[in-house]
């Protein structure tokens, strides 16, 4: 495509992970190179105001946004984020348009953007949904489209995936509340002790529990069946925690891996926004072979779903038995101290050149 480019930055939506969001998309459109791109913010929530799911507040804020008032977010009482981190997501929120907006035809017949872009996590968004909106319009989106982005969003069908190309992953059980097999699964889960207990369907480590011994793991199942029919109890797997970002279309870069280290029990929502509960080593400090062990089964991870121009593998590096894949984001934080813009920093790609790649890519262009 030669001239300018219009970008819409698909961000917000009603999923777990509205604010963070809200400060990815932001920091998107304010990094974009100016001189070819051309960015408006689009808050997908407006799409959803007649969803049965919405809590009266989010809906409350939708119908607003449709009438194009002015949004006011108020920060969900239990999110704890950092203080600079909570302005980028008031801004953005005050400065989006409907995403109703994007998708309807001016009067000339032309189309509002080029190409979207979507930054958006979680429910609504990172899970395929918003890809398949965007494929019946014919409007190009940057990263996974409708089957790899409803794969990697689902931690049970995803391990399916993962295990049928030979990638290791942890040993588990998947839970289903209801299923016929309900009862026999929670025994073999609880034999899994100690144990990772997780929704299928969440991100940001929403819902999750550590669980030492059999009951503990019969807790978390409970308390994940919250948010999800299907939960993954899976053993936890000691070493050392990185995580792997992949850019490219057909030909695919691994970034160099970030080592994550948690100074609370384990990578929880806290920690993941707050610099001050996490060391983030990039690149991780780890011998040749370590180094391309991780870079190799997220390669393999991000074909294992059919992932387009981007993902971020996380996995732990356990010894005696190298990487085990925990997970494929598909749309991994991007602010500019996010974890994927921060490994490209270091693989020497600056945070506007990533975002323009990933543009380009997204409009065939690579
Ligand atoms: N099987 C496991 N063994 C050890 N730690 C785990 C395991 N599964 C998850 N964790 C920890 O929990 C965090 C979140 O889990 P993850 O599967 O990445 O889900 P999400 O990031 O979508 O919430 C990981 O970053 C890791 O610290
Ligand atoms: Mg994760």
Not at 160 to 188: N, S
Not at 252 to 262: S, W
Request: some cysteine; overall charge negative.
């Amino acid at each position: 495509m030669s001239g300018r480019v219009r970008v819409g930055v698909f961000l917000g939506g009603a999923s777990s992970e509205r604010e963070i969001s809200l400060a990815s998309g932001r920091m998107i459109a304010e990094h974009l190179p100016r001189e070819r791109y051309d960015v408006v913010l689009f808050d997908t929530l407006a799409l959803m105001a007649g969803h049965p799911k919405l809590d009266a507040a989010l809906r409350e804020k939708a119908l607003g946004l449709l009438a194009h008032r002015a949004a006011h977010e108020e920060l969900a009482h239990n999110r704890e984020l950092p203080e600079a981190f909570q302005r980028q997501v008031r801004d953005a929120a005050a400065a989006a348009a409907p995403a109703t907006d994007a998708l309807q035809l001016a009067a000339d017949g032309r189309r509002p953007i080029d190409v979207a872009f979507i930054a958006l996590h979680g429910a609504y968004g990172e899970d395929g949904t918003i890809q398949g909106l965007l494929e019946l319009l014919g409007i190009p989106y940057v990263g996974s489209g409708v089957l790899a982005s409803a794969l990697a969003m689902d931690k049970a069908m995803a391990r399916k995936m993962f295990a049928a190309e030979g990638i290791p992953i942890p040993r588990g059980v998947v839970v289903e509340r209801g299923a016929l097999d309900e009862a026999a699964a929670r025994e073999r889960a609880r034999a899994l002790a100690p144990a990772v207990v997780k929704p299928s369907r969440q991100g940001s480590s929403v819902g999750m529990s550590l669980a030492d011994d059999a009951a503990a793991v019969d807790a978390g199942i409970d308390l994940a069946f919250g948010f999800d029919e299907r939960v993954v109890v899976e053993e936890r797997v000691r070493g050392r925690e990185l995580t792997v970002g992949v850019v490219g279309g057909r030909r695919l870069q691994a970034l160099p891996p970030v080592e994550i280290v948690p100074k609370r029990a384990f990578f929880d929502f806290k920690a993941k926004y707050d610099p001050a509960l996490c060391e983030e080593i990039c690149p991780a400090e780890l011998t040749d072979a370590e180094r391309d062990a991780a870079q190799d089964v997220s390669l393999r991870a991000h074909r294992a779903l059919d992932c387009r121009g981007l993902s971020r593998t996380d996995l732990i590096l356990a010894p005696g038995r190298g990487p085990v894949v925990l997970e494929v984001n598909t749309l991994p934080g991007m602010t500019v101290n996010s974890l994927l813009p921060k490994a490209a920093r270091a693989a020497g790609i600056p945070f506007g050149e990533l975002l323009d790649r990933l543009v380009r890519l997204a409009l065939g262009e690579e």
